[in-house]
């Protein structure tokens, strides 16, 4: 039988050296590992969280752009309207403007008797007319006139002086016949605001030129 030898306090020593310089290297290289790993993770939780915060500020910047272009629209849009209305405002005072000089002018002219009776009558009744409401002097003889003239017949103008056109007109007929059931408004101030209805169009367009927005033409 081998005999087993005891070892010396030297011996053990050593074997105790190297056994806690062996449990010290593989505690150091799983540290080591530990340590790796752990800054793998954290810098994998790292960029995931600044990836998060990243997409979240580009999230909110995006929505304050989106929410500044539409107010900046909604500003040019206010402006551009508010333009809009106070160039059609100006227009319209200008169109107001210009009839209220064409009746200012058609006042001026009834003081002229010669250009006054000189002003066409039409339309001539082609019937009998009875009475006939006027301001002032206005030229019935030549009405009876001009109607014979047209239909080669006599007819009595009569004015009717319970209805006369009132002082601020600009004169011209105002013709009933057919025992009241016909009326002619044939007065200059109806004749502008005819014109001022039917012409308006024309006005409009030699003023400011064609609407490039308008598609449909009478």
Same mark, same amino acid.
């Given at each position: 039988?081998?005999?087993? *030898?005891?070892?010396s306090?030297? $011996?053990? =020593?050593?074997? %105790?050296?190297?056994?806690t310089?062996?449990?010290?290297?593989?505690?150091?290289?799983?540290?080591?590992?530990?340590?790796?790993?752990?800054?793998?993770?954290?810098?994998?939780?790292k960029? +995931?969280?600044?990836? $998060?915060?990243?997409?979240?500020?580009?999230?909110? *910047?995006? +929505?304050? %752009?989106?929410?500044?272009?539409?107010s900046?629209?909604?500003?040019?849009?206010?402006?551009?309207?508010?333009?809009r209305l106070?160039?059609?405002?100006?227009?319209?005072?200008?169109?107001?403007d210009?009839?209220?000089?064409?009746?200012?002018? %058609?006042?001026?002219?009834? +003081?002229?008797?010669?250009?006054?009776?000189g002003?066409?009558?039409?339309?001539?009744?082609? =019937?009998?007319?009875?009475p006939?409401?006027?301001?002032?002097?206005?030229?019935i003889?030549?009405?009876?006139?001009?109607? +014979?003239?047209?239909?080669?017949?006599?007819?009595?103008?009569?004015?009717?002086?319970?209805?006369?056109?009132?002082? =601020?007109?600009?004169?011209?007929?105002?013709?009933?016949?057919?025992q009241?059931?016909?009326?002619?408004?044939?007065?200059?101030?109806?004749?502008?605001?005819?014109? $001022?209805?039917?012409?308006?169009?024309?006005?409009?367009?030699t %003023?400011? =030129?064609?609407?490039?927005n308008?598609?449909?033409?009478d």
């Amino acid at each position: 039988m081998s005999q087993v *030898h005891a070892l010396s306090d030297d $011996q053990v =020593g050593q074997e %105790l050296r190297k056994m806690t310089a062996f449990i010290k290297q593989e505690a150091l290289e799983k540290a080591r590992e530990i340590e790796i790993k752990a800054n793998e993770e954290f810098s994998i939780e790292k960029s +995931k969280l600044v990836r $998060q915060e990243t997409d979240s500020i580009d999230a909110a *910047h995006a +929505k304050r %752009l989106k929410q500044a272009a539409m107010s900046q629209q909604i500003t040019r849009s206010t402006v551009a309207n508010k333009t809009r209305l106070k160039v059609l405002a100006a227009r319209q005072q200008l169109l107001d403007d210009i009839f209220t000089a064409a009746s200012k002018r %058609l006042d001026e002219g009834t +003081k002229d008797t010669a250009k006054y009776r000189g002003r066409p009558q039409e339309p001539t009744p082609r =019937g009998p007319i009875r009475p006939i409401r006027a301001r002032g002097p206005d030229a019935i003889k030549d009405a009876e006139s001009e109607y +014979k003239s047209n239909t080669d017949k006599e007819t009595k103008v009569t004015v009717d002086e319970d209805n006369a056109l009132p002082e =601020g007109s600009s004169g011209g007929l105002f013709i009933v016949g057919g025992q009241g059931k016909i009326e002619i408004n044939n007065t200059f101030d109806q004749r502008l605001l005819l014109l $001022q209805t039917s012409g308006l169009p024309a006005v409009r367009e030699t %003023l400011f =030129g064609k609407n490039p927005n308008r598609k449909f033409y009478d």
